[in-house]
């Protein structure tokens, strides 16, 4: 499977972004997916995640202005970004936990979407 990240861009702080990622090729399952990024100089930390059953998770310094949501039908899922703070700039890559087969697991990335936040 791979999975294909969009709607990365410059905008102003206070401004909004949508980012996407779609999973496409053939898998067992896709379970657990989410997004993390890598700023400037930073480790890459985990921004949210999703379970199939929409069962949220943010980091704390995107609670409140971040929403991550899925398409189970089109396996895609969904970073809803408000409030954007020069901070938050960086490359946001999706992840999604998928089996191949019933029996391993793999954790796959996307390729990365830049977002960048002027202030």
């Known amino acids: 499977v791979q999975l294909q990240a969009s709607g990365g861009g410059l905008v102003q702080a206070g401004g909004f972004l949508r980012l996407s990622c779609a999973a496409s090729?053939?898998?067992?399952?896709?379970?657990?997916m989410g997004w993390y990024r890598q700023g400037p100089g930073k480790e890459r930390e985990l921004v949210a995640s999703i379970t199939t059953g929409g069962v949220t998770d943010y980091a704390g310094s995107v609670k409140g202005r971040f929403t991550i949501s899925r398409d189970n039908a089109k396996r895609t899922v969904f970073l809803q970004m408000n409030n954007l703070k020069p901070e938050d700039r960086a490359v946001y890559y999706c992840?999604?936990?998928?089996?191949?087969?019933?029996?391993?697991?793999?954790?796959?990335w996307g390729q990365g979407t830049l977002v960048t936040v002027s202030s």
């Open positions: 090729g053939v898998v067992f399952k896709l379970d657990d």
């Open positions: 992840n999604a936990e998928t089996y191949p087969d019933p029996w391993q697991r793999r954790d796959v």
